[in-house]
């Protein structure tokens, strides 16, 4: 079956530091993978989209990388931001050999305190 | 580029009434999605178009939910009879195909049911 747990599930920190969130998948083979940020009450928004063989993406603050053979992705935020809270979502696509379902992690819910 | 366009923006309903949500995806997108997203989970998918066809329905209360895409383009989600449980967010999102390339989501029709 097809999983993408992400982890911490909540997570405060202060304005001006840095943190990393975590998306393990066992989606394989896979099409690609993204990270989207979504603000409570409204859809997800694009940040990153890798391809397997990519290893690192980079959004503005936001920079993704992706080890293929772990079946692991991180998304790290540089220097947060107050509107960096939210909540972010890693989402698989399977190859067309591997079912088409996009498959979605639980989010991680961040917190950004002045 | 013009988004995925989603309507209403909210909607407050009493329980046993019905409601309409309505999808406009992006130009050329042949794959529409819609999905449910309870407060603090991930997006479930309810159903997933290609084209004016069904691709997979199996997470679709087929008792109080239905939807179409008759022409392949537009699509709406309707519920009859609501009820309390059916409270959330009801995202639409497109690709250009079953693999998901150029995946966006909309903003969400956020239902509350009283």
């Known amino acids: 079956k097809n999983q993408v747990e992400q982890s911490p599930q909540s997570l405060i920190i202060l304005e001006g530091k840095n943190c990393t969130l975590q998306?393990?998948?066992?989606?394989?083979?896979?099409?690609?993978l993204r990270w989207y940020k979504q603000d409570t009450g409204r859809g997800p928004v694009s940040l990153t989209i890798m391809t397997f063989s990519e290893n690192t993406k980079s959004n503005g603050r936001y920079t993704a990388t992706l080890d293929a053979d772990t079946k692991q992705s991180s998304l790290h935020i540089t220097a947060s931001q107050l509107s960096d809270s939210a909540s972010y979502i890693c989402?698989?696509?399977?190859?067309?050999?591997?079912?088409?379902?996009?498959?979605f992690g639980g989010g991680t819910r961040l917190m950004v305190k002045p | 580029e013009a988004g995925v366009a989603q309507s209403p923006r909210y909607k407050i309903i009493e329980k046993r009434q019905s409601v309409a949500f309505w999808c406009n995806p992006i130009?050329?997108?042949?794959?529409l999605y819609w999905y449910q997203q309870i407060l603090g989970q991930g997006p479930k998918l309810l159903i997933q178009?290609?084209?004016?066809?069904?691709?997979?329905d199996s997470q679709l209360p087929k008792d109080r939910f239905s939807a179409e895409r008759l022409k392949g383009v537009d699509s709406t989600l309707k519920i009859q009879p609501a009820k309390l449980e059916d409270s959330a967010v009801y995202l639409c999102a497109s690709s250009l195909d079953e693999e998901g390339w150029g995946y966006t989501f909309g903003s969400g029709t956020r239902l509350t049911v009283v």
């Open positions: 989402v698989v696509t399977p190859s067309r050999d591997a079912g088409n379902m996009l498959t």
């Open positions: 130009s050329g997108h042949a794959t």
């Open positions: 178009f290609q084209n004016n066809g069904v691709v997979d």
């Open positions: 998306c393990n998948y066992t989606v394989s083979p896979f099409s690609n």
